[in-house]
Nanobody, 121 residues
């Protein structure tokens, strides 16, 4: 099994910062892509940022220049540094990884439980 534990969400004022963390554990052989998604009430879940095992990143246009994704491969952890927060960033943020387990021959996708981020104006 693979478990993802997220932390770092909470309440911030517009213009402020928060840092999300997501630690993966379990029978993981290799993590390929690590990503963050978010879902606001009544809306679909959208990609915020992603990083490959080689370090390539991509961001949603709405967060470019404000958010930074990074990963610590030794700790199987991905981070999302969120600066210059806006009220429209309010959502539940989900960690997502593509990982190969020791017991399987294919890489699967796994989700965290989500962490609430609320930005007040």
């Amino acid at each position: 099994q693979v478990q993802l534990v997220e932390s770092g969400g909470g309440l911030a004022q517009a213009g402020g910062s928060l840092r999300l963390s997501c630690a993966a554990s379990g029978s993981i052989f290799r993590i390929n892509r690590m990503a963050w998604y978010r879902q606001a009430p009544g809306k679909q879940r959208d990609l915020v940022a992603a990083q490959t095992s080689g370090g390539s990143t991509n961001y949603a246009d709405s967060v470019k220049g404000r958010f930074t994704i990074s990963r610590d491969n030794a700790k199987n952890t991905v981070y999302l540094q969120m600066n210059s927060l806006k009220p429209e960033d309010t959502a539940v943020y989900y960690c997502n990884i593509n990982a190969l387990r020791y017991s399987t021959s294919y890489a699967g996708y796994y989700w965290g439980q989500g962490t609430q981020v609320t930005v007040s104006s």
